[in-house]
């Protein structure tokens, strides 16, 4: 092992158990690790790496930025706040856009707005709204965000929790309509659980949920912190059921793979319950950061990104269904957004995805055993059919292997 991992084991908490191998360079698709030896990242660091590493666009719109003005806090304006926030309303249908950094952030952005919106706009009596999330979520890991998740582990040894939240089954629409009541505020969703096992709903589930939002005067709230942006092939993922909804989360991809940068997006009716002094972020809205989305967006724009993870995903899903192997239990996914999960008598996800580095393919395992696959939307098709192989060929050596003691891994240890 080199030094920077002793000094990473020594002196970190150990809230990650980092894969065994160490990068020390990044660019387009590919990875380096100490050694020199070449990667193919087709993880993307959980869908934040959509444009490839250190892509040269964005590094330049980060490093001219941080040479004229950095961060000043939001007691002034600055110059380059309300052109990001300009575009991703007009990119995404949405009146207005409240800045902050990481995803969990932009999700308990959208829940101060959704309970404050049910007191001012909806009229739910004080202290009693109620907000409906699906079983299998991942907004994040605040203390609010992981009372209302459904892992044991993100839970354990964190409570008490806030109350006011509601599950239901995921892609399940009659559910979320028998737990609404009259106090019931929102409907927080991700289009497509990313970390929950890239769990794609039956078609037409969202529309259907949004009809029924629109029928109980039920804010629709989409998290697509890891499924907007072109992750999907559309730019956010609940387009695919062609809905519209009253707020959208977003992050990850939005800084660019080089700033925490996110966004809590709403109707002008749901925003506007904020006024000065109700909430903030020292960081959020930075003029680096705004200057880094506002390239990331471009980006998306100009390099047609959203057209080709729609083509490339599909060339993806194809070629890992086409595997032959019995290991395998079901290949789900859209756009360059694809989860495999293994047969859990057969294999560990877990310890196929360590064989894949060990064949240089960068992947994470997550849950419902499943290894994940959200490369950067830059990939080519030559790439994923590299990589795939690789895929193949280890599956294959895990069944040949499978009576011996291969690599035990915990499953559980994800983002
Ligand atoms: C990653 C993720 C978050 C949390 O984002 P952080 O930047 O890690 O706080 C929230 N929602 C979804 C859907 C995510 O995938």
């Given amino acids: 092992m080199d030094r920077s991992v002793d000094l990473e084991t020594c002196f970190g908490a150990s ?34 790496a959509s444009f490839g590493h250190c892509h040269p666009r964005l590094v330049r719109a980060l490093t001219d930025q941080a040479r004229q003005l950095d961060t000043i806090s939001r007691a002034y304006f600055n110059d380059r706040l309300g052109a990001f926030l300009a575009r991703a309303c007009s990119l995404t249908g949405m009146d207005l856009a409240l800045p902050m950094n990481s995803g969990a952030e932009a999700v308990e952005t959208a829940l101060k707005a959704a309970r404050k919106w049910a007191y001012k706009v909806k009229g739910v009596p004080a202290d009693r709204a109620e907000i409906i999330v699906c079983d299998g979520n991942f907004h994040g890991r605040t203390i609010t965000i992981i009372g209302f998740s459904s892992v044991p582990q993100y839970r354990d040894g964190f409570g008490p929790f806030p109350p006011g939240f509601k599950s239901v089954a995921f892609g399940d629409a009659q559910a979320f309509r028998a737990a609404i009541t009259p106090n019931t505020t929102a409907f ?16 037409g589930y969202l529309a259907e949920v949004a009809r029924i939002c629109r029928e109980h005067n039920v804010l629709l709230i989409c998290d697509e912190i890891q499924s907007g942006l072109g992750r999907t092939g559309q730019l956010l993922a609940c387009h695919h059921d062609g809905v519209q909804p009253d707020a959208v989360t977003l992050g990850k991809a939005l800084g660019g793979g ?19 002094g109700d909430h903030g972020s020292t960081f959020g809205g930075n003029p680096v950061a705004a200057a880094v989305g506002l390239a990331a967006l471009d980006t998306l724009i100009d390099e047609k990104l959203i057209e080709r993870s729609a083509r490339l995903g599909a060339h993806l899903c194809a070629r890992l269904a086409a595997i032959e192997n019995p290991i395998i239990r079901e290949v789900r996914g859209r756009g360059l957004f694809a989860g495999l999960e293994l047969e859990p008598d057969l294999a560990s ?30 990939i080519d098709e030559s790439q994923i059919d590299w990589a795939v192989e690789r895929v193949a060929e280890v599956l294959d050596e895990f069944r040949r292997r499978e009576s011996s003691t291969l690599v035990d891994v915990k499953t559980d240890t994800l983002g």
């Fill in 258 to 276: 080089l700033l925490p940068v996110s966004l809590f997006l709403a109707r002008r009716e749901v925003m506007q319950v904020f006024q000065p």
């Fill in 15 to 48: 809230n990650y158990a980092p894969m065994p191998v160490t990068i020390v360079r990044g660019k387009g698709v590919y990875l380096w690790d100490v050694n020199g030896r070449r990667y193919i990242d087709m993880m993307g660091a959980y869908s934040a």
């Fill in 188 to 203: 927080l969703v991700e289009p497509i659980q990313g970390e929950g096992g890239i769990n794609v709903p039956p078609a």
């Fill in 349 to 378: 996800a877990a310890a196929v995805a360590t064989l894949l580095l060990r064949a240089g393919v960068l992947t994470k395992d997550t849950h419902r055993n499943t290894i994940r696959f959200a490369p950067p939307l830059i």
